[in-house]
T-cell receptor, first 115, second 115 residues
Framework: GENVEQHPSTLSVQEGDSAVIKCTYS??????FPWYKQELGKGPQLIID?????GEKKDQRIAVTLNKTAKHFSLHITETQPEDSAVYFC??????????????FGRGTQLTVWP | GAGVSQSPRYKVAKRGQDVALRCDPI?????LFWYQQALGQGPEFLTY????????KSGLPSDRFFAERPEGSVSTLKIQRTQQEDSAVYLC?????????????FGAGSRLTVL
């Protein structure tokens, strides 16, 4: 099955700086790559996603890039704020078998933004 | 409802007890997933329903785990004879479509602690 690796596991930045989280995946057929933010005691919340037919997507301070050849994708957060502090998960979804939409998650990145 | 609702939010069980966790997905959502999230890890797939049909249960760790969605809406995850290694957050997610690139909405999870 799909294997998703995520780095770094922890990331500390000063408020206003940028943060970058990187993920790699193993299944070249994967075609959907969401990013989730999980705050303490809450479920993962989708913040941005990208499909394999595009290389980059941006939503205000958040952007995601996808390199299909290298099988890696990254989350970029600019002008970080303390409320961005949370655990971020990347995921990949291969279109195989009967479980369409099954997500394979990375191990998460704990982002801390210091005021 | 407006989101995916899970109950109970917290459950403490003695080793050997049976537990039942409930998921109320967003109304009209076809797909329903259960994931298990161990402390400090990303969510791991357990099982998948398309309406009332359980199409994939390959992620269930043992035959002590059982899930159902008899009317294609509410789902229950049952764990028999709980063990300490079952301690985790159990997340339910649903989506409107059944496709390879559908957006999953997660509930807040049920935190199970087995003593």
């Amino acid at each position: 099955g799909e294997n998703v690796e995520q780095h770094p596991s922890t990331l500390s930045v000063q408020e206003g700086d940028s943060a970058v989280i990187k993920c790699t995946y193993s299944d070249s057929a994967s075609n959907y790559f969401p990013w989730y933010k999980q705050e303490l005691g809450k479920g993962p919340q989708l913040i941005i996603d990208i499909r394999s037919n595009v290389g980059e997507k941006k939503d205000q301070r958040i952007a995601v890039t996808l390199n299909k050849t290298a099988k890696h994708f990254s989350l970029h957060i600019t002008e970080t704020q303390p409320e961005d502090s949370a655990v971020y998960f990347c995921a990949a979804s291969p279109p195989r078998g009967s479980t369409l939409g099954r997500l394979y998650f990375g191990r998460g990145t704990q982002l801390t933004v210091w005021p | 409802g407006a989101g995916v609702s899970q109950s109970p939010r917290y459950k403490v069980a003695k080793r050997g007890q049976d537990v039942a966790l409930r998921c109320d997905p967003i109304s009209g959502h076809v797909s329903l997933f259960w994931y298990q999230q161990a402390l400090g890890q990303g969510p791991e797939f357990l099982t998948y329903f398309q309406n009332e049909a359980q199409l994939d249960k390959s992620g269930l760790p043992s035959d002590r785990f059982f899930a159902e969605r008899p009317e294609g809406s509410v789902s229950t995850l049952k764990i028999q004879r709980t063990q300490q290694e079952d301690s985790a957050v159990y997340l339910c997610a649903s989506s409107f479509f059944s496709s390879a690139a559908n957006v999953l909405t997660f509930g807040a999870g049920s935190r199970l602690t087995v003593l």
